[in-house]
């Protein structure tokens, strides 16, 4: 189940006098299987494109196809894309709507209108998913749960729909570091066992080089690299100047590299650091 | 250095949905010092922000004592003039802004004050100024980027002149950009206006900047002491639901290769000292 | 999708036109003026002086026409019903059928009647939109509290009124922006808001309003803690930064306005009116 972008341009509040250009004449391809990550400085747009890729925003111009099906046709089933375009969204406050965690669940299901036999299997098996106990959690007070358990109780709501892709805008923000890895693992299991096409939109640039395979930068509107994550970090001078920043690990490597180390431009993780900088440093030795 | 907030013996309980009491804290002791830079930190409801919420009456004490100044905030006379003395930030901007323009919602803490208009107007431009707002004056708050509203919050409360802000996560929602430039001004504000800043945090990068840490978890101090003390053992760190700072992983990883790397490095600038004199 | 775009009441237009700089209290008491005059307007000419007011004052303050009226698109259907409502039920003795359908007839005063209300109602909405787009929410609030100050000596709250006020006007915007989230989350599990009828529509509108009014209970009571904690406590010794003050400006607009009141009056008065 591909999307295709084609010469997307869309403004906010066309129309009045707050219009503004969000986007402007997007190109990009997403394939199967894969892990996008999406990044970009603050009204970059990422929220607003993702938007497009399961029809909640239409363009102004240009074309979003999605499994050979140009979403702007009156005929596309747009209730069908969203279940198989899943979308959790940053604030999980917005998105829980029934009393208990597992009605929340069925919400997606039963507007598929499936058999109650079969929505209780997806609650089981959506809950199985993302490490939320059924026993425990089925009949749970949506307010009793703390932030993560909001957050992975979200995802199981989405994932209950039966995604082939499935779309993460920031769900991390505001968790603390254990409650990002919780959500985290169960991202990454969910692209692996799965294999879901996991579109991800984080500010944290330590989740998308720990997770993303290939990182979209969008920058006023516009594609500024698609690549794979190892080379669009490369160019760590362009990320910085349009107002983004590097990984943790890299904010080290980088001075390092000023202060006259041999390491490769783009690091993503502390082991790969450790090994470069040890590396290095021998290299040095045998030099002197 | 003196005290300013002095806590004793505190516990609070509040009523859950069900009906029972929950201890939200337990026997709490601890001190603010004048002019020092806190963190507080521990995963989400570990009661970091129960702890933050007496400091300015928003709170008071089921049991135990919390003195600001000398002053009792259980005692309701003294309300006003601890809230003079310690402003406070909350985490989502929208939810803390009153007024829609810039400088009117600044002048909101000074106007309660009963302040004199040129008084206002002085404090108004002085804390514009002191955050770096001045070109934002006029704007109107829903055309700022969350990151300039968090600042204007900021200058709302430093305009009340407090001799201590507690900032309950103040970046948790914000892009990295502007987290960096919010915690950067609470640096500015502590060192350059002798502010005594009280910083509720997740990141851990930001706690490296702290002169002291105080980790919470289920109501409790469990740890406290400088960032370098307390970061010497990254097990008890995770466990407490947090994490290790990215350095200090990082010096821990070159150790282990046999690097001699001083243990308890802790940030950017010493591990690429202790790196350079390697070379 | 975009919820918010069509909202206008509430919504301040920043500007430095005449009109946004006129003293608050002038804004207020001309748009009570208006608001008066029209419920007693009875003829299309007086409508027209009017019209020609209203787009006066738009391309003087630069709102684009179009920007002002699109907040009225939602009220069209009811206006419509209205209009329909008029025609058929109004008449008076005399009156001239234009056509008749079954038991139903149609005569001029009706379709006067539903011309001149459905008229009434796109004005008041009109000048009240204009008086928030070009008045800050803060200085609107300064004028009505100055204007109000007399009936603090009875015992009014007009302060405390006045902050419940500035804090309603913001929670209308936030309020749309989080309808717009929840709808778009349950759009994305299946719930078609953008296709079906009216009643389908309608329905699909109840599972909304519970996590809307769950999280506007929270961010009011975010607000009130937060506003606690900058040391408000009611109106009681508040002090103001800006104090108001009129101008020649104040005083040009304030006759011109008396001017048209004068105008308007006289058509009431002599002009019979069309029904």
Known sequence: MPIEVNNLSYSYKKGTPFEKQVLSNINLKINDGEFVGIIGPTQAGKTTLAQHFNALLVPDQGRVIVNGVDLAEKKADLVKLRHNVGYVFQNPDYQLFEPTVGEDIAFGPRNQNLPPKEIENRVLEA????????????????????????????????????????????????????????????????????????????????????????????????????????????????????????????????????????????????????????????KGQVDA | MNPLIEVANLSYSYRAGSGNEVAALKDITMKVFEGELLAITGRNGSGKSTLARHFNCLLTPVSGSVEVDGLSVSDKCNVASIRRQVGMVFQNPDNQLVSSIVEEDIAFGPENLGLPAEEIRR????????????????????????????????????????????????????????????????????????????????????????????????????????????????????????????????????RKQGIRIPRKTINAEELIKSLCQLK | MELTKNITLGVY???????????????????????????????????????????????????????????????????????????????????TVIFSWWIFSATDAGLHMGNLISMRVLFLFTVTTILTLTTSIVSLTDGLESLLNPLKKIGLPTQELVMTMIIALRFVLILAEELDKIIKAQMARGVAFDRGNFIQKTRNLFPVFLPLFINAFKRAEELIVAMEARSYSGGKGRTKMKTLHMGRLDLLAGLFMLLFSVLVVYLILTIPPAI
């Open chain 1, 127 to 282: 809950m199985a998913q993302v490490g939320l106990d059924y026993d425990t959690f089925n009949k749970r007070d949506i307010f009793a749960l703390s932030g993560g358990q909001k957050r992975r109780a979200a995802i199981a709501g989405v994932l209950a729909c039966k995604p082939q892709i499935m779309i993460l805008d920031d769900v991390t923000a505001g968790l603390d570091p254990g409650g990002r890895k919780e959500i985290i693992n169960v991202i990454k299991k969910l692209h692996h066992e799965q294999e879901i096409t996991t579109i991800y939109i984080s500010n944290s640039m330590d989740e998308i080089a720990a997770l993303a395979e290939r990182i979209i930068v969008l920058n006023q509107g516009q594609v500024l690299f698609d690549d794979q994550t190892g080379e669009v970090f490369l160019h760590a001078r362009k990320l910085i100047d349009i107002g983004l920043e590097l990984p943790e690990v890299m904010n080290i490597t980088t001075r390092l590299i000023e202060a006259g180390f041999n390491l490769p431009g783009a690091i993503l993780s502390i082991d790969q650091a450790v090994h470069a900088i040890a590396a290095s440093l021998q």
């Open chain 2, 123 to 254: 404090r108004v431009d002085w804390a514009l100024k002191t955050l770096n707002l001045k070109n934002l004056q006029y704007e109107s708050l829903n055309q700022l980027s969350e990151g300039q509203k968090q600042l204007v919050a900021i200058a709302g409360v430093l305009a009340m002149k407090p001799r201590c802000i507690v900032l309950d996560e103040p970046t948790a929602h914000l892009d990295p950009r502007s987290r960096r430039e919010v915690i950067k001004n609470a640096l500015r504000l502590n060192r350059e206006e002798g502010i005594t800043i009280v910083l509720l945090t997740h990141f851990m990068e930001e706690v490296t900047h702290c002169d002291r840490m105080i980790v919470m978890d289920m109501g409790e101090i469990k740890m406290e002491g400088s960032p370098r003390e307390v970061f010497d053992s990254e097990e008890k760190i995770i466990n407490l639901g947090l994490d290790f700072p990215v350095s200090a992983k990082l010096a821990e990883g070159l």
């Open chain 3, 13 to 95: 237009l920043p500007g430095n036109t005449l009109i946004h700089t006129l003293d608050p209290r002038t804004k207020i008491v001309a748009t009570a003026l208006l608001i008066t005059l029209l419920l007693f307007i009875k003829s299309y000419l007086a409508y027209v002086l009017f019209l020609i007011l209203i787009i006066a004052i738009l391309i003087i303050a630069t709102i684009p026409p179009g920007y002002a009226f699109c907040g009225l698109k939602p009220m069209l259907p009811i206006l419509l019903l209205m209009w329909i409502f008029q025609l058929f039920l109004y008449s008076t003795p005399g009156a």
